[in-house]
């Protein structure tokens, strides 16, 4: 287990708290956030899978304040 921490992007959380904490729909998220249906559902999918790994692994989760460098996103892959 290492404490590396796993970096989500905001909008990963904004979608998550749309769809997840509010009950919204992914296309009524989408029309919130100005997306499409399915960029919300790729950034419902990183972003949960970010989540359970941080869980699994006891890893910190950090909100990222932009998004990562290609160079460190493809190492949390």
Not at 15 to 26: F, H, K, M, P, T
């Amino acid at each position: 287990m290492g404490s590396e921490p796993i970096y989500i992007e905001p909008a990963e959380v904004e979608a998550l708290r749309l769809v997840d904490v509010e009950g919204l729909s992914q296309e009524e998220a989408g029309d919130r956030m100005g997306v499409s249906r399915g960029t919300v559902w790729r950034l419902l999918k990183s972003g949960r899978k970010k989540m359970v790994e941080a869980l699994i692994k006891a890893r910190p989760l950090t909100i990222s304040s932009q998004p990562l460098p290609k160079s460190l996103q493809q190492a949390e892959e």
